[in-house]
């Protein structure tokens, strides 16, 4: 009976360009989806592994440059990466813990701004704070049991996400112009040691044929000898010939041999970050070479850390100001480009909202033909009515027609939203100015996530328009429609 009723009420009907539209507006609208989420996490991806290639993840830094070496290295040692404990799940709950922090921290700063935003009109303002969750956790003493879950959770991976330094590298910046191909480009000079540095920057070296290693790269032959490495971007606007590099005076410290005159320099090779900007403004030195230039002996910026997991960048951040102090500065990556990641996130929620508003016109369309389709059917199911079909059961029917329509657009718009996005992270179709984006093509990433909270998001809002359609069933007229047609 079922299925014969089934077979009754899915005729085509007439107007089956209703449906193929409805249809084709859901695919749409979730490919787009999922594309527009997958080239915002691509940005997000590359934007990360670019500054965490150049800049280490954890930076330990001191205004005044003085940094106690003895105590660096105990703390450094103290949050060292020991070997694993074994337990399964440690690493899932340190990034769920990592994750947890981040949002929190991110609605927190958006909360703030909301509150400053509202603070002309005092009765909205005050209604903002007293509906806040920020607000109780903030002026109220949360219960006892949350707080201890809030324990147990954090305690039970803050140790082990503390130990996950696995290389340090001291460095020294300043600042210089190169001469060279007829241009004069500001350029930041870093000072690394050569074998500690590749233990933390993951960058691509293209080292001239005579050296074997960034260390013999970087050290001169003699005494006037000033050998350099400068980015791949920067190495092409001041070309392979003569460069000449201006050291101006370090008002920090005695007016060195070669501060305030151009010397010549070596240029030893090219580095690639993935970030233009890097590429362009950055050259590297020699440490020892550097604070000889400018006679400040075992004087560095700061010291950049290397972890096993960038998940444990913030516990390890607290791990190291507590132990150092205030005098010290300890920054992570997220913090250090905050507001490249926050707007980054706040374009991925915009769009997400311009995209679910597509979704949702489109599964109007649903209610559209499911209604028109009803009123093309409303004989047949007049007739199935007298025969003993409740009208509960006829407008489940529609439902999972309208169903069937909505859920064959989402899994088409799945795929092919899943296929743009593979073809644009491995064909890289567009090209980029690397000069305003940082990236030379768009990337994309698509992450699993994604695709099923896209998949949720347009299954719900066509079960919506489904039912809405479907309860006009139980509205009709039958059995004026059965006698004189329903007009």
Same mark, same amino acid.
């Given at each position: 009976?079922?299925?014969?009723?089934?077979?009754?009420?899915?005729?085509?009907?007439?107007?089956?360009?209703?449906?193929?539209?409805?249809?084709?507006?859901?695919?749409?609208?979730? /490919?787009?989806?999922?594309?527009?989420?997958?080239?915002?996490?691509?940005?997000?991806?590359?934007?990360? +592994?670019?500054?965490?290639?150049?800049?280490?993840?954890?930076?330990? &830094?001191?205004?005044?440059?003085?940094?106690?070496?003895?105590?660096?290295?105990? $703390?450094?040692?103290?949050?060292?990466?020991?070997?694993?404990?074994?337990?399964?799940?440690?690493?899932?709950?340190?990034?769920?813990?990592?994750?947890?922090? @981040?949002? !929190?921290?991110? =609605?927190?700063?958006?909360? +703030?701004?909301?509150?400053?935003?509202?603070?002309?009109?005092?009765? =909205?303002?005050?209604?903002?704070?007293?509906?806040?969750?920020?607000?109780?956790?903030?002026?109220?003493?949360?219960?006892?049991?949350?707080?201890?879950?809030?324990?147990?959770?954090?305690?039970?991976?803050?140790?082990? /996400?503390?130990?996950?330094?696995?290389?340090?590298?001291?460095?020294?910046?300043?600042?210089?112009?190169?001469?060279?191909?007829?241009?004069?480009?500001?350029?930041?000079?870093?000072?690394?040691?050569?074998?500690?540095?590749?233990?933390?920057?993951?960058?691509? &070296?293209?080292?001239? $044929?005579?050296?074997?290693?960034?260390?013999?790269?970087?050290?001169?032959?003699?005494?006037? +000898?000033?050998?350099?490495?400068?980015?791949?971007?920067?190495?092409?606007?001041?070309?392979?010939? @003569?460069?000449?590099?201006?050291?101006?005076?370090?008002?920090?410290?005695?007016?060195?041999?070669?501060?305030?005159?151009?010397?010549?320099?070596?240029?030893?090779?090219?580095?690639?970050?993935?970030?233009?900007?890097?590429?362009?403004?950055?050259?590297?030195?020699?440490?020892?070479?550097?604070?000889?230039?400018?006679?400040?002996?075992?004087?560095?910026?700061?010291?950049?850390?290397?972890?096993?997991?960038?998940?444990?960048?913030?516990?390890?951040? #607290?791990?190291?100001?507590?132990?150092?102090?205030?005098?010290?500065?300890?920054?992570?990556?997220? @913090?250090?480009?905050?507001?490249?990641?926050? *707007?980054?996130?706040?374009?991925?929620? &915009?769009?997400?909202?311009?995209? *679910?508003?597509?979704?949702?016109?489109?599964?109007?369309?649903?209610?559209?033909?499911?209604?028109?389709?009803? =009123?093309?059917?409303?004989?047949?199911?007049?007739?199935?009515?007298?025969?003993?079909?409740?009208?509960?059961?006829?407008?489940?029917?529609?439902? !999972?027609?309208?169903?069937?329509?909505?859920?064959?657009?989402?899994?088409?718009?799945?795929?092919?939203?899943?296929?743009?996005? !593979? #073809?644009?992270?491995?064909?890289?179709?567009?090209?980029?100015?690397?000069?305003?984006?940082?990236?030379?093509?768009?990337? $994309?990433?698509?992450?699993?996530?994604?695709?099923?909270?896209?998949?949720? &998001?347009?299954?719900?809002?066509? *079960?919506?328009? /489904?039912?809405?359609?479907?309860?006009?069933?139980?509205?009709?007229?039958?059995?004026? /429609?059965?006698?004189?047609?329903?007009?």
């Amino acid at each position: 009976m079922n299925w014969l009723v089934f077979r009754l009420l899915r005729a085509r009907g007439r107007f089956p360009l209703l449906r193929r539209l409805a249809m084709g507006g859901i695919v749409v609208g979730v /490919a787009s989806l999922i594309i527009t989420f997958a080239i915002l996490d691509g940005f997000g991806t590359a934007y990360r +592994d670019g500054l965490i290639n150049f800049n280490a993840p954890v930076m330990i &830094l001191r205004e005044d440059e003085q940094l106690d070496k003895a105590a660096v290295t105990e $703390a450094v040692r103290a949050v060292q990466a020991l070997p694993q404990a074994g337990e399964r799940g440690v690493g899932t709950a340190i990034r769920s813990a990592t994750r947890v922090l @981040e949002w !929190w921290d991110y =609605l927190e700063w958006q909360y +703030d701004r909301l509150l400053m935003a509202v603070e002309p009109w005092p009765r =909205l303002h005050a209604g903002f704070v007293a509906a806040s969750p920020f607000h109780y956790v903030r002026e109220r003493q949360p219960p006892v049991w949350l707080e201890r879950c809030k324990h147990f959770w954090f305690g039970s991976v803050e140790v082990e /996400a503390r130990h996950g330094v696995i290389a340090a590298s001291p460095f020294l910046y300043r600042e210089g112009l190169l001469v060279g191909g007829g241009t004069i480009r500001g350029v930041a000079l870093r000072g690394v040691q050569a074998e500690a540095a590749m233990q933390v920057m993951r960058v691509e &070296l293209s080292l001239d $044929a005579s050296v074997t290693s960034l260390r013999a790269a970087l050290t001169p032959r003699d005494a006037e +000898d000033l050998p350099i490495v400068l980015g791949q971007a920067l190495a092409e606007q001041v070309g392979a010939g @003569e460069v000449q590099l201006f050291l101006p005076r370090d008002p920090k410290a005695r007016r060195a041999e070669w501060e305030g005159r151009t010397v010549p320099v070596r240029v030893v090779g090219t580095f690639s970050s993935g970030i233009y900007e890097f590429d362009t403004q950055f050259a590297l030195l020699d440490l020892a070479l550097m604070q000889r230039l400018y006679q400040r002996p075992n004087v560095v910026t700061g010291v950049e850390l290397q972890l096993d997991d960038l998940n444990k960048a913030p516990w390890i951040t #607290s791990a190291l100001t507590d132990r150092l102090g205030p005098d010290y500065h300890v920054v992570d990556w997220r @913090e250090l480009h905050r507001e490249t990641f926050e *707007a980054l996130a706040m374009e991925k929620i &915009l769009f997400g909202l311009v995209m *679910a508003i597509l979704i949702a016109v489109a599964a109007g369309n649903i209610t559209t033909t499911i209604i028109i389709h009803i =009123l093309d059917q409303v004989r047949t199911v007049a007739t199935l009515c007298t025969l003993g079909m409740t009208r509960r059961r006829a407008q489940r029917l529609f439902f !999972w027609q309208g169903m069937g329509l909505g859920g064959c657009g989402v899994l088409l718009g799945l795929g092919l939203g899943a296929f743009g996005a !593979w #073809s644009l992270a491995h064909w890289r179709w567009f090209r980029l100015s690397p000069e305003v984006y940082f990236i030379p093509h768009v990337p $994309a990433e698509l992450h699993w996530v994604t695709v099923g909270a896209v998949a949720l &998001l347009g299954l719900g809002l066509c *079960a919506l328009a /489904a039912h809405f359609a479907a309860r006009r069933v139980t509205r009709l007229p039958l059995l004026h /429609a059965l006698g004189r047609g329903f007009v």
